[in-house]
């Protein structure tokens, strides 16, 4: 029997300090907080669309590259979504440009230097 797989439920990431995170989530990219279980550690949760971006707070993290790995939000406009970083004073952006196919992305790094991906897909509206 095949596994039939719905959908990506959620994303977790470790985080070295958990306000900062939330404040980056939250004040500067606009997610969403979402209601959470009472885990006996820190945490946040967050909505990007249907799914979740879970923060796992670990004030042991060791600082590191995370950028052997990254994940993509889907937006209208990648140039608007620099600009609106800019004016929040986001500067951790790492590059924007396009793919071989010419969808756009842009690239950015949070507190903890995990990558993400903005990018938009015309031919998909």
């Known amino acids: 029997m095949a596994i039939t797989v719905k959908e990506l439920n959620h994303v977790a990431i470790h985080v ?41 707070e670990d004030k042991s993290l060791i600082t590191s590259s995370r950028r052997h790995h990254h994940f993509a939000l889907l937006v209208d406009d990648t140039n608007e979504v620099e600009t609106h970083l800019h004016e929040q004073g986001w500067t951790a952006i790492v590059s924007h440009g396009s793919r071989p196919d010419g969808a756009p992305q842009l690239f950015i790094t949070d507190p903890d230097g995990y990558s993400i991906e903005f990018t938009s897909l015309p031919w998909r509206k």
């Open 16 to 56: 070295s300090d958990l306000d900062a995170s939330i404040r980056f989530y939250r004040d500067i990219l606009g997610l969403p907080i979402l209601p959470r279980p009472a885990f006996n550690f820190g945490g946040a949760w967050f909505a990007f669309g249907t799914q979740e971006l879970h923060l796992i």
